[in-house]
C-alpha cells in the first residue's frame, strides 16, 4: 500500500514558477514509478510526467518538456515536480501516482493516487 499526498500549488503569474511535492508513505515507496497528471476543468486527466523508481528515468509530455523538472529524493520519499515558464494553460489540480516499477503516461497503469493539488496560472 502508498498513500501519496500533494502540496505546493497555489496561484501563480504567467512566466513564474510553482514547486510541487508528493509525498509518498508505504513499504513500497522506493520500487515505485511516480507519474504526475493533471486535469483541468471539464477535461480529461492527462498526463505530465514520470520518474523511474531512483530517479534515472524521466518521460515528459510535449507540452511541458523543457520547463517542468521532475526528481526525487527516495530518503525522504519524496518527488519533487519545479514547474517554470508558467503559462496559464497549465492551469489544473496536479496528482501525483504510483506504480509498481517503472515509468508509463497511462493512468490506468497506476494504483496509487494522491488527492491533488490545485495550480492556478494568471495572464
Known amino acids: 500500500q502508498v498513500q501519496l499526498v500533494e502540496s505546493g500549488g497555489g496561484l501563480a503569474q504567467a512566466g513564474g514558477s510553482l514547486r510541487l511535492s508528493c509525498a509518498a508513505s508505504g513499504r513500497t515507496v522506493s520500487t515505485s514509478g511516480i507519474g504526475w497528471f493533471r486535469q483541468a476543468p471539464g477535461k480529461e486527466r492527462e498526463f505530465v510526467v514520470a520518474i523511474s523508481r531512483n530517479g534515472g528515468i524521466t518521460d515528459y509530455s510535449g507540452s511541458v518538456k523543457g520547463r517542468f523538472t521532475v526528481s526525487r529524493d527516495n530518503a525522504k520519499n519524496t518527488v519533487y515536480l519545479q514547474m517554470n515558464s508558467l503559462k496559464p494553460e497549465d492551469t489544473a489540480v496536479y496528482y501525483c501516482?504510483?506504480?509498481?516499477?517503472?515509468?508509463?503516461?497511462?493512468?490506468?497503469?497506476?494504483?496509487?493516487w494522491g488527492q491533488g493539488t490545485q495550480v492556478t496560472v494568471s495572464s
Open positions: 501516482a504510483a506504480r509498481p516499477g517503472g515509468t508509463s503516461d497511462q493512468k490506468s497503469d497506476y494504483y496509487y
